[in-house]
């Protein structure tokens, strides 16, 4: 079985530029999660959605949004970006809402100048 | 707020050794604890993890233990080796599912 795979792997924007980000799960995986990770804080969690809906949403700012269609691929976009959103952001999926293990993909490093 | 901590940046051991890696969380309403390790330019892997029912758990050369009244969790791994080295995020979920709350991960670093 493919694992979560997140395109592109690499990204260079400018501030104020926008950027959409793509996620697909595990074949038969419904629920995509998004996490933005810098040095020293970890992984913050961005939003989860299972079945096209949002169902949890972390404390960023409204730049921040997603989507999930009908085959549970998954897009993040930010707009307006900011130096301070340059961070890798990953994606991982679990088979159902309420799962006890996520399956992480290989991030997007975001570098924005 | 930070729910989940490790307070240690990074953590040096010698082959052969014990890494102890720590975890402290302050909701209560966490049930459930996984841990995560992850390598440069690579996702996380899911490591092992432990419900709050339990206090210990075993999976080859890596041991989780659960102190409740401390709000306090370990990774213990036995004998370190050197492709140990990555990052080690542990992480907590609430009682009932939903997202999972990462601490800002330790640095290992097991030297031959």
């Known amino acids: 079985k493919a694992g979560v795979t997140q395109t592109p792997r690499y990204l260079i924007k400018t501030r104020g530029q926008q950027v959409t980000l793509s996620c697909s799960p595990i074949?038969?995986?419904?629920?995509v999660s998004w996490y933005q990770q810098t040095p020293g804080q970890g992984l913050q969690f961005l939003f989860e959605?299972?079945?096209?809906?949002?169902?949890n949403k972390g404390n960023f700012p409204g730049r921040f949004s997603g989507r999930q269609f009908s085959n549970s691929r998954s897009e993040m976009n930010v707009s307006t970006l900011e130096l301070g959103d340059s961070a890798l952001y990953l994606c991982?999926?679990?088979?159902?809402?309420?799962?006890?293990?996520?399956?992480f993909g290989p991030g997007t490093r975001l570098t924005v100048l | 707020d930070q729910q989940v901590k490790q307070n240690s940046p990074s953590l040096s051991v010698q082959e052969g050794r014990i890494s102890i890696l720590n975890c402290d969380y302050t909701?209560?309403?966490?049930?459930?604890f996984l841990w995560y390790k992850k390598y440069p330019a690579e996702g996380p892997t899911f490591l092992i993890s432990?419900?709050?029912?339990?206090d210990k758990n075993e999976d080859g050369r890596f041991t989780v233990f659960l102190n409740k009244s401390a709000k306090h969790l370990s990774l213990h791994i036995v004998p370190s080796q050197p492709g140990d080295s990555a990052v080690y995020f542990c992480?907590?979920?609430?009682?009932?599912?939903?997202?999972?709350?990462f601490g800002q991960g330790t640095e290992l670093s097991v030297k031959p």
């Open positions: 432990i419900s709050s029912i339990k």
């Open positions: 959605y299972f079945s096209e809906t949002q169902r």
């Open positions: 991982a999926s679990s088979p159902g809402l309420v799962g006890n293990e996520q399956f």
């Open positions: 992480a907590a979920r609430r009682v009932g599912g939903g997202k999972l709350i």
């Open positions: 074949s038969g995986h419904r629920s």
């Open positions: 909701n209560s309403m966490f049930d459930y």
